[in-house]
Nanobody, 124 residues
Framework: QVQLVESGGGLVQAGGSLRLSCAGS????????MGWFRQFPGKEREFIAR????????SYADSVKGRFTISRDNAKNTVYLQMNSLKPEDTALYYC?????????????????WGQGTQVTVSS
């Protein structure tokens, strides 16, 4: 089992940047692929990015490709989401999640553990 805690959210102007962090507990962090999702009010969670267990493979949603970068540091049990060129439509609650599986998936129901979320607000 792994517990996840996100941080780094906040208020930023359009065009600005934020870096979200997700710290995982336990000695098995590197056994999980990690994903970032976001949720708009009244909507389902939306896939943003995923990184493999080793960090050697990443995938992104088209809406963030070229602006967001996912990375991880297994020595620190932490996954990051660098968000650049932020837009007001990026405003959402952002979650990290851990997946024990090996198949790349964008479906939130395939992820096993979730953090509590961190709010990102982008002003115009």
């Amino acid at each position: 089992q792994v517990q996840l805690v996100e941080s780094g959210g906040g208020l930023v102007q359009a065009g600005g940047s934020l870096r979200l962090s997700c710290a995982g507990s336990g000695r098995t962090f590197s056994s999980y692929a990690m994903g970032w999702f976001r949720q708009f009010p009244g909507k389902e969670r939306e896939f943003i990015a995923r990184i493999s267990k080793s960090g050697g493979s990443t995938s992104y949603a088209d809406s963030v490709k070229g602006r967001f970068t996912i990375s991880r540091d297994n020595a620190k049990n932490t996954v990051y989401l660098q968000m650049n060129s932020l837009k007001p439509e990026d405003t959402a609650l952002y979650y990290c999640a851990a997946d024990r599986g090996i198949l790349v998936t964008t479906m939130p129901q395939r992820y096993d553990y979730w953090g509590q979320g961190t709010q990102v607000t982008v002003s115009s």
